[in-house]
């Protein structure tokens, strides 16, 4: 987005640049003043402040405090299962997410437009609406819970409750994020390769797979994103078992209950820093496939 | 020729992908919606009748719609200010501005509603100062509002900068030279060229706000026909294994999405050129 921020010149298209002393250039328009100001006031209250207040107050118990509150065994399994089950949701939503926007963008079929829209169900649908039907649909005399059960496999109230609970939330994220790039997709390239003479699978790794790689790499990391932060769609269906089913946006609540502050916001900043952490990491590997593209 | 180069072809590939894509979207995505209604409807229309004219239920109904209706048009005009004062200008610092609007979508809701507790509940850095002035915040309505806001700001101000930055300012520009006051500047020209983009944001902003849990979830209190919003109550009852009201009160907030969810659709076929959203996704 910020890429998108380009200069406004109030003297025309000239290669004017602000002087290095004033931090804003003038203009003819009206309401600096009024709008930066809501803006910075209200940025203030709701987030600067709330969030100054989670960075600070984990501390109040020492970082020996918030050491033993995020070893402590439940709270590390929840946060382990929170970003490992995140992950594997993200992955299969990966290739999931490949195969329906593909579908979408590179084929005509009746009721296109309606699966298209049909998407971002998982977005519109409040999440306890969806945690509910979930494990109602996976439960053990559920529709789709009875069956597996049947084989002896336990879908709600297990990890794979939990699983499933995640990939239906992020699902949406990587087909928007690779729908446009593959409408894009330039098809006198992949033409060319084929009268070049590469056969299909050449043409899908060499051609479409590389222009593609970006986009699904931030699809599958809003996705986990998403993922690791989620509570509503989750916690019905899993069970909230200590040590084996509980989430670590579970454990915050459990904490807060108990008036244990300090160590809710311990486990609140730890899921802020590791989330953000993958998301880093991630943008790192975004920025090298683009560079290597580009040579 | 040219259709068959078009597309990857393997043999066979096109119908594969397609039954895939179908039989994913079903079981994954529809299927949960069907539930809703169906398990709300499974002892008969007068239950789920019957379960909606609940005191309790009404309550939630109403709670759900004036937080909904506070914080919606605040964030309205924090996202128009925000929009405004990043296009229209050039400053140090926007960066930042864009980074920190950007912020809560990356936060679990659970956080977005920690973050208020740590500041007004009872052992929060303002706790005892609202304690001493009979204030209350958590457990009560302005608890759920700030959480609200919290969780659904960034939307209407994400619609809105990216439409505003292709826009640039000739236009309010040359009214401005012609003599408008900013006022009618902004009336007459600012507001016709982003309504839909406005719509759309304010659209998925009360969708959000309607339907929000997690944040809401640990202000609330879950305090009965006093700080239940719906999606609290759905969680109230079916907590007490009361599935079809739970069901009947999910159906409500269901319908609410796919109308949102219409509503969008149309706003995306119908004005796509006019909504930022439809060139980022």
């Given at each position: 987005m910020t890429d998108r921020v380009r200069p406004i010149d109030p003297r025309g298209r000239g290669l004017w640049k602000p002087p290095l002393s004033r931090w804003r250039v003038p203009s003819i328009l009206p309401g600096f003043g009024l709008s930066l100001g809501i803006t910075l006031a209200y940025l203030a209250a709701i987030v600067i402040i709330p969030l100054a207040a989670l960075a600070i107050r984990p501390w109040e118990i020492g970082l020996s405090g918030v050491w033993a509150t995020l070893t402590d065994e439940r709270v590390a399994r929840a946060l382990m299962l929170s970003f490992s089950l995140s992950l594997y949701a993200a992955l299969l939503n990966a290739v999931l997410g490949l195969v329906i926007a593909w579908t979408l963008v590179r084929y005509e079929f009746p009721g296109r437009r309606i699966l298209d829209a049909l998407v971002d169900l998982p977005f519109a649908l409040p999440t306890a609406v969806a945690g509910i039907a979930l494990t109602a649909i996976y439960a053990p005399n559920g529709p789709l819970g009875s069956i597996a059960a049947r084989f002896g496999i336990k879908t709600a109230y297990s990890p794979l409750g939990i699983f499933i609970a995640l990939v239906f939330i992020g699902l949406p994220f990587v087909v928007r994020a690779l729908q446009p790039v593959m409408q894009d997709l330039d098809k006198e390239v992949e033409e060319a390769a084929q009268t070049l003479g590469a056969s299909d699978l050449q043409r899908i790794v060499f051609v479409v797979a590389p222009a593609l790689a970006p986009a699904l790499i931030s699809g599958v990391t809003l996705a986990f994103a998403r993922a690791v932060g989620e509570y509503g769609s989750v916690v019905f269906i899993a069970?909230?078992?200590?040590?084996?089913?509980?989430?670590a946006p579970l454990l915050i609540v459990i904490k807060l209950e108990q008036y244990d502050y300090a160590a809710a916001a311990a486990v609140g900043l730890a899921m802020l820093a590791i989330s953000f952490g993958a998301l880093i990491v991630l943008n790192i590997v975004q920025l090298l496939i683009a560079r290597r593209g580009r040579r | 020729m040219s259709a068959r180069a078009s597309r990857i072809h393997l043999p066979g590939l096109a119908p594969l992908l397609l039954a895939a894509s179908v039989a994913v979207m079903g079981v994954l995505v529809v299927l949960p919606l069907a539930t809703v209604f169906h398990d709300a409807l499974a002892k008969g229309v007068g239950q789920f009748l019957a379960s909606l004219k609940e005191p309790d239920a009404l309550a939630a109904i109403r709670l759900t719609l004036i937080v909904a209706a506070i914080s919606v048009p605040l964030n309205a005009v924090f996202g128009l200010a925000a929009a405004w004062c990043i296009t229209k200008f050039d400053f140090r610092g926007k960066t930042v501005l864009l980074t920190l609007i950007d912020l809560p979508f990356s936060i679990s809701p659970v956080v977005s509603g920690l973050v208020w507790v740590l500041l007004?509940?009872?052992?929060?850095?303002?706790g005892e100062w609202l304690l001493d002035h009979d204030l209350k915040i958590i457990f009560a309505l302005p608890g759920l509002v700030l959480a609200t806001i919290l969780v659904t700001f960034p939307f209407v101000a994400r619609e809105l900068i990216p439409l505003m930055q292709d826009q640039g300012i000739d236009e309010e520009a040359a009214a401005l030279t012609l003599g408008a006051s900013g006022f009618t500047t902004f009336w007459k020209i600012t507001l016709p060229n982003i309504r839909w983009a406005l719509l759309y944001g304010v659209l998925l902003c009360n969708a959000r706000a309607m339907g929000e849990f997690g944040a809401v979830s640990v202000v609330s209190?879950?305090?009965?026909?006093?700080?239940?919003?719906l999606p609290l109550h759905v969680e109230v009852l079916y907590n007490d294994y009361d599935f079809v009201g739970a069901f009947a009160a999910a159906s409500v907030l269901a319908s609410l999405g796919l109308v949102t969810l219409v509503l969008k659709t149309a706003l995306e076929w119908r004005h796509s050129g006019e909504l930022a959203a439809s060139r980022r996704h």
């Open positions: 069970g909230n078992m200590p040590m084996k089913t509980e989430i | 007004f509940g009872a052992q929060g850095w303002f209190g879950h305090i009965r026909g006093l700080t239940t919003t």
